[in-house]
């Protein structure tokens, strides 16, 4: 039996990564021609690449479902097109058990998965959208459209970006009077925290008096502040690039508020459901295989695999925001594609038997 489980595994992980690694080839292709369009200046095609690889982490997770669902369709198929699936359950061994042998590289991809959610997305993709920005001269513009704002003391301060060291980036302090007058201005390229402070370095200041409005330019300066930088490593990024962890302690430190967490809790429970997603998706390729896709062509399963990813991902898709809209929790909309998949995988699993 082990090395039956280990020949039924090997046959599924091959597919599974040679189906990973063909969506991500063609996504990649895709993303650069698209990325070309914002060459300009100092993003050249060799940052444009540069910044893809920087993505990659993402883009693996992103495509884990789909590959795991298709893989599993193709290696399971190949078996049932050359009978050895038909010789083994001859042969006395039952579905279940041949599932749970699919399973076992399944829950590998599953790790990997669940270490990049925690690990290197939240670090990888706050650091390519930097970089690019950088490069598009995006930072030094000063623009409020993105970025994030906090109120410290006296002052509100709004920055354009950080670094998943703790570099700062286009930080912009307005400090209000007494009277609610603005009396200051300072933007900042970049901040450092270096020996327990902040230090701000290219600083362009007006200060506003009553006759006329003062321009000061300064290297460096050093900032007095309590904020630290694991909070611009929290708040910075997307949603969709923050660990499980810290989207919980976020969701939790908004619901404290009395703010709107309800997009963060969204993402919390699409990144802790996500073994679930991908074990849904892989019993459905095991059920069909085993059901109504026994006997038919390579090209048919993968066209059903991909179909039943779209209709997943469109399902998740409209859930999603729609618990955001109507106000139900987020958690059922995230977990309603994971169970109408288990029950469609277990009830044609059933009438296989």
Not at 70 to 78: H, N, Y
Not at 282 to 308: K, N, Q, Y
Request: proline letters at 4%; glycine letters at 8%.
């Amino acid at each position: 039996m082990v090395k039956l489980d280990f020949y039924i595994g090997r046959t599924v992980a091959a597919a599974v990564l040679a189906v990973l690694l063909v969506i991500l080839g063609l996504d990649m292709i895709f993303a650069y021609m698209d990325e070309l369009q914002d060459v300009d200046g100092n993003y050249q095609p060799a940052d444009v690449v540069q910044y893809l690889l920087w993505t990659i982490p993402d883009r693996v997770y992103e495509y884990l479902g789909f590959a795991a669902l298709v893989g599993c369709m193709i290696g399971l198929g190949t078996l049932a097109g050359t009978s050895e699936l038909t010789v083994m359950r001859a042969a006395g061994v039952s579905i279940g058990r041949l599932a749970w042998a699919v399973m076992k590289p399944v829950l590998l991809l599953i790790l990997l998965g669940l270490v990049l959610a925690e690990f290197v997305i939240p670090h990888t993709s706050q650091a390519a959208e930097t970089r690019k920005a950088i490069a598009l001269g995006e930072l030094q513009r000063g623009g409020l459209e993105q970025g994030l704002w906090l109120r410290e003391g006296g002052e509100f301060v709004h920055f354009n970006a950080a670094m998943p060291s703790g570099d700062l980036f286009g930080i912009t302090r307005y400090r209000f009077g007494s009277e609610r007058d603005l009396e200051r201005v300072v933007f900042s390229e970049r901040g450092l925290f270096t020996d327990d402070e902040w230090a701000l370095v290219n600083n362009r200041s007006t200060r506003f008096t009553e006759e006329q409005a003062i321009a000061e330019r300064s290297e460096r300066s050093s900032w007095e502040t309590d904020i630290s930088p694991e909070l611009f490593s929290l708040v910075v990024p997307l949603p969709s690039d923050l660990s499980p962890r810290n989207l919980w302690s976020y969701g939790r430190f908004l619901d404290s508020k009395g703010e709107d967490a309800s997009r963060y809790w969204l993402e919390f429970w699409k990144k802790l459901l996500q073994p679930l997603t991908i074990a849904s998706l892989v019993l459905v390729a095991i059920s069909f295989i085993f059901g109504p896709l026994r006997e038919v062509t390579t090209g048919l399963r993968v066209f059903t695999g991909v179909m039943v990813g779209v209709v997943f991902q469109t399902l998740q898709d409209m859930l999603g925001p729609s618990s955001l809209v109507f106000g139900f929790p987020p958690f059922v909309a995230v977990l309603v594609p994971i169970l109408l998949c288990f029950g469609l995988g277990w009830m044609l699993l059933r009438r296989a038997r």
